[in-house]
């Protein structure tokens, strides 16, 4: 069964980087569609970007320009590059893909990324 792992959250000030992983076991060819969402306190979750297969990438109109999702398939890793964070970017975030063959979603259980002086 795959699994997802997210890493790299924290406290960053604004005007400063973070970089998310999140780590596919097994291999990253097992999913499709692998993306970042996030949760902020008290609103439902939204997508931030998604990458395709192909590699087309797909960004929320809110981190157009700051953020940008990569993936590295030798290390089965996905990757959230967030420049230039701002403090309404705090959030829990969330790494989903859907399961290669069922469509099945998975998800990790989320990493903490708060941005503030």
């Known amino acids: 069964q795959v699994q997802l792992v997210e890493s790299g959250g924290g406290l960053v000030q604004p005007g400063g980087s973070l970089r998310l992983s999140c780590a596919v076991s097994g291999s990253i060819f097992s999913i499709n569609a692998p993306a970042w969402y996030r949760q902020k306190l008290g609103e439902q979750r939204e997508l931030v970007a998604v990458i395709e297969n192909s590699g087309t990438t797909v960004y929320a109109d809110s981190v157009k320009g700051r953020f940008t999702i990569s993936r590295d398939d030798a290390m089965n890793t996905l990757h959230l590059q967030m420049d230039n964070l701002k403090p309404e970017d705090t959030a829990v975030y969330y790494c989903?893909?859907?399961?290669?063959?069922?469509?099945?979603?998975?998800w990790g259980q989320g990493t903490q990324v708060t941005v503030s002086s």
């Open positions: 989903h893909a859907f399961a290669r063959g069922n469509w099945r979603d998975l």
